[in-house]
Structure formats: C-alpha cells, structure tokens
C-alpha cells in the first residue's frame, strides 16, 4: 500500500489553501496536551509543517515524519525560514522504523484517513504502538467525508487558486465511494495557467477510508490501547453529537 502522492501542482494548493502559521482548531488542542506530555514526540504525515511549526515554537520536542518529498521539502523550507531545524524522518508510517521510542504520537486533520486499506490503518497503529515508551499516548483525528457523499460521480469545478507568481491553478475533481470497505476515491486535476498558457498539469488519486467512532474504539482496544477517549471538535469533554463533527481519539498503549 501506499499513500496518496502529493505533487508539486497538489503541494504548492495545499500551501496556499492551508498557510503556516493561521488559526487551526487543533494547534492550541496540540499544543495543551503534547506539552503536557513532554519527552519525545512525533508528529506522523507532517505534511507542510501546518502543525509542527507551532509545535516546536511552543518548545515542544516534536519530529515530524512523512512519505512526499513535495511536502518534506515544502516543510523544511518553513521551518529554515522561521530557524527551526527538527528531526524530520522520510517514509511510511505503516513501516515505521525509526529509533528509539517516543512519549506520544499525534496524527492530525484526519490524515490518518489517506491509509487507504484497513490493513495499513491496523499495521500503523501496531507500528505506533512498537514506538512508544510504556504508558506512550497517540492522538489520531478523524472525519466523514460527507461532502463526496452527496456528490458521488459528479464532476466538480473547484475554485481556482492564485498563485504568488501570478499564475493560477483550476481544479475538477470527481469521487466515487466503495460503500463495502468504507472507502472514498476523488480524482482530481490541476491545471496551472499563467499568460494564457498551460505550464504544468497533475493528477492526483485521493482516497479516503473512514471508521465510525466505535469501529475505530475498537480498532484501538484490539492493537494494543487502553484508557481510550473521544472527543469532537478538538474541545476536551465535548461529546461527538453530528456526522460533521471531527472525532479527536486518545489512547495509551495497554
């Protein structure tokens, strides 16, 4: 199995449409109960570095792993910029193989959700749980996608994205669901026009596989977690009460 590549075309959007250092619900979640763990920390499929940035600007010991090298190198650039030089590891969570053990792990904004095969999202959480120290915690977010529910099989404008070069780049995007093994597939193309013409083009594959809350409690409780918890909204306590909610699990390795 492997992860959704991102791009460059799909990288440079996902910069644009998500910046470093914005109002994100989960950064001040994060940055609560990640400090308040202390010790080695890791952030698994980092991405741009939306999330370690604050992280280690909170003084957070975090390193931060994940499969593109678009992203990789996106996230490096970030951080030089900003004088942040974190431990920042290149490859699968699934495979997870990286030296010593870690207080916490934290997966955020439903990117655990990219393991597209039920056998990847169970090896990633044995992986995890071979990682952490004992009493280790993980910290995984995950959602419906219930926008492509609605609109399966129907091609979709998306708006267009305008670039600091002055070019822009126009989005279609189609999805169809596979209901039996809960997985969402949307396919979409970028086009990046600058000057009336047509400089760079990308496809991507995006699946999505989703659990519902108590399928994924006991996903937890059969690969080695105890102490399991569930909340929505990145907010401490508040029960999940909606299919539009984001459900922030906490667990501790058994």
């Known amino acids: 199995m492997t992860l959704t590549v991102y791009g460059p075309l799909c990288t440079e959007v996902y910069e644009i449409t998500k910046p470093i250092g914005q109002d994100y619900p ?6 609560k109960h990640l400090s308040s763990i202390g010790g080695r920390i890791l952030e698994a499929m980092v991405g741009t570095g939306r999330l370690l940035i604050p992280l ?15 992203m990789l190198a996106a996230s490096s650039k970030h951080c ?39 056998t990847a999202a169970v090896a990633t959480l044995q992986a995890f749980a071979r990682h952490l120290e004992p009493q280790g915690q993980i910290f995984i977010d995950l959602e419906l996608p219930i926008e492509d529910f609605k609109t399966e099989n129907i091609v979709k404008q998306r708006s267009s994205i305008k670039c600091p070069d002055g070019s822009t780049i126009l989005l279609q995007s189609t999805s169809w669901i596979d209901w039996l093994n809960q997985l969402n597939t949307t396919v979409i193309r970028y086009e990046k026009w600058k000057e009336g013409k047509l400089v760079a083009t990308e ?3 995006l699946s999505l596989h989703w659990f519902g809350r108590d399928e994924f409690i006991m996903c937890l409780r059969e690969n080695g977690y105890k102490d399991i918890t569930v909340s929505a909204n990145y907010t401490d306590g508040l029960e999940p009460n909606s299919y539009n909610d984001t459900l922030c699990f906490s667990a501790v390795l058994a």
């Open 203 to 205: 496809l991507q594959n």
């Open 80 to 118: 030089a910029d900003r004088n942040l030089n974190p431990v920042v590891h290149q490859g699968c969570v699934e495979n997870l193989d990286i030296p010593g053990k870690f207080s916490a792990i934290a997966v955020s904004f439903g990117s655990f959700m990219l393991l597209e095969k039920r």
């Open 26 to 31: 989960d950064i001040p979640y994060y940055i």
């Open 56 to 70: 280690l600007e909170a003084g957070i010991n975090v390193e931060g792993i994940n499969s593109s090298p678009n």
